[in-house]
């Protein structure tokens, strides 16, 4: 029995007793009969209180509890990815969130903590993005406790496993010059030149994932691609549509391109006309998407700049593909990196608690 566990016990003894009545609520030790009257809290019910689960590894000398606020008006289901800033602009410092530290999370069904896949990105000098994965389905508006991430590992512990195919359903860089056919299709003749990182779409060329994503609560696409020459690359398609074959299919949200060298970012949600977001001049260098589409709300980047969001009437709700193809014009689409994985409006909130050392033996 742990410290904790023989000082609770000790605790409920001597309340039963009616010696004193231990006042532990504002430490969160509030009485239970089960462990469903600890759910929300994150806690296990152990001798009469609810209580923070045993420590997980003692490789581990700190751990800090993490909850997950929900803001969206849709249920995020287990595995979807949050994303927690680390660095003097997030939520925690660097040290503390090395390659060594761990995010696990309570089982209930167990009693016991399990690890989470967690990968990262926008990584710079002094910070980064940490992802990791919803132990379990969380419902608008609500909170899930439980959470941890442990550091301070002792000298010789083994460095993060980076679970970023749990993350991402497309992590895509055309770095073994073909393509994995568990995730693309393709019509026609795209071209891989060895060792470029890259694959090449002239006209008449389709190349589609075979994956997809609902968009609700939604699709995050990410894609570096190039368009020589820029001014023929009328018929140019970059984006999400629902059509799990080549070609058009409402509904969709893509980039699209003009025969005088210009893009847009087209959306059509039902039969209606396509509705247009932006327009951005196109260039020889490569070209930068991130495109979101959250339910009834799409937004994209586009070489840096931000265009205006477009709220649709009716939610995209359809399961979404990433598309690439040139269906008219005279250039070729360089397609260099593909990004695929779930996403919401707003994003999880990770609120985090108070760092707690290991107790003592």
């Not at 759910?39 to 420590?55: K, M, V």
């Not at 512990?157 to 991402?168: D, F, L, Q, V």
Request: aromatic share 6%; with cysteine; hydrophobic share 40%.
């Amino acid at each position: 029995m742990t410290r904790v566990r023989l000082l609770l016990a000790v605790l409920a003894t001597l309340a039963a007793c009616e010696l004193f009545q231990p006042n532990l609520d504002q430490y969160g030790y509030t009485t239970c009969g089960s462990d469903d009257d600890c759910a929300d809290t994150g806690r296990l019910c152990e001798t009469g209180y609810c209580t923070p689960p045993p420590w997980w590894d003692k490789r581990f000398k700190h751990r800090r509890e993490l909850v997950v606020v929900n803001g969206s008006a849709s249920t995020l289901p287990k595995g979807f990815p949050v994303t927690l800033p680390v660095g003097p602009a997030g939520k925690l410092p660097v040290d503390e969130v090395n390659t060594f530290a761990r995010v696990v999370a309570l089982d209930r069904t167990l009693r016991t903590q399990v690890e989470l896949m967690t990968t990262t990105d926008n990584v710079v000098s002094n910070g980064y993005d940490l992802i990791f994965t919803l132990p379990a389905d969380l419902p608008p508006s609500s909170r899930l406790p439980g959470i941890w991430v442990y550091s301070s590992a002792e000298s010789g512990t083994e460095a993060r496993p980076n679970g970023k195919e749990a993350i991402y359903v497309i992590d895509e860089g055309f770095r073994d010059d073909e393509l994995d056919s568990a995730l693309w299709r393709t019509d026609g003749n795209p071209v891989f030149v060895p060792n470029d990182l890259e694959v090449k779409l002239q006209r008449g060329d389709f190349l589609w994932s075979d994956v997809s994503l609902p968009g609700v609560p939604g699709v995050e696409l990410e894609a570096d691609f190039t368009l020589t020459p820029v001014e023929t690359c009328n018929g140019l398609t970059v984006g999400l549509i629902a059509n799990d074959d080549r070609g058009f299919q409402s509904p969709y949200a893509v980039v699209s391109a003009t025969g005088n060298g210009k893009l847009s970012v087209d959306v059509q949600e039902g039969a209606e006309f396509p509705a247009q977001v932006g327009e951005v001049i196109a260039s020889n260098v490569t070209q930068k998407l991130l495109l979101r589409v959250r339910g009834d709300l799409v937004t994209a980047t586009l070489n840096g700049e931000e265009l205006d969001p477009l709220t649709l009437e009716d939610p995209i709700t359809a399961p979404l593909h990433a598309h690439f193809f040139v269906e008219g014009g005279t250039c070729t689409l360089t397609v260099k990196k593909v990004r695929m994985r779930a996403a919401v409006e707003p994003e999880p909130v990770v609120e985090p608690g108070a760092r707690v050392q290991l107790p003592p033996e």
